[in-house]
Nanobody, 118 residues
């Protein structure tokens, strides 16, 4: 079974940094797309950043460009989201999602809470 385990959330002050991790088991990061989503209280889940095996250019939402960096470690089968210069509006539950290609199947990880205090 494919499983994703997210971790690394926490409480930080404005301007602080956190690094989220998403450990993937049951699937080798080969032909895939993987990314981070977040959901703030009372809001819909939104895409934050993603990378795929077919496109070397990561996607970033406009709200996080220049502050967040997505990366992956093939040896550890893990994806990361380095978040710098955090703002209160970055607060929310962050989820990682893996999408396999052929067939297209989405797998969601657990959420990890990020809280940025002003």
């Amino acid at each position: 079974d494919v499983q994703l385990q997210a971790s690394g959330g926490g409480l930080v002050q404005t301007g602080g940094s956190l690094r989220l991790s998403c450990a993937v088991s049951g699937f080798t990061l080969d032909d895939f797309a993987i990314g981070w989503f977040r959901q703030a209280p009372g809001k819909e889940r939104e895409g934050v950043s993603c990378i795929s095996s077919s496109d070397p250019s990561p996607y970033y939402a406009d709200s996080v460009k220049g502050r967040f960096t997505i990366s992956r470690d093939y040896a550890k089968n893990t994806m990361y989201l380095q978040m710098n210069s955090l703002k209160p509006e970055d607060t929310g539950v962050y989820y990682c999602r893996l999408t396999t290609i052929n067939p297209t199947v989405h797998y969601w990880g657990n959420g990890t809470q990020v809280t940025v205090s002003s």
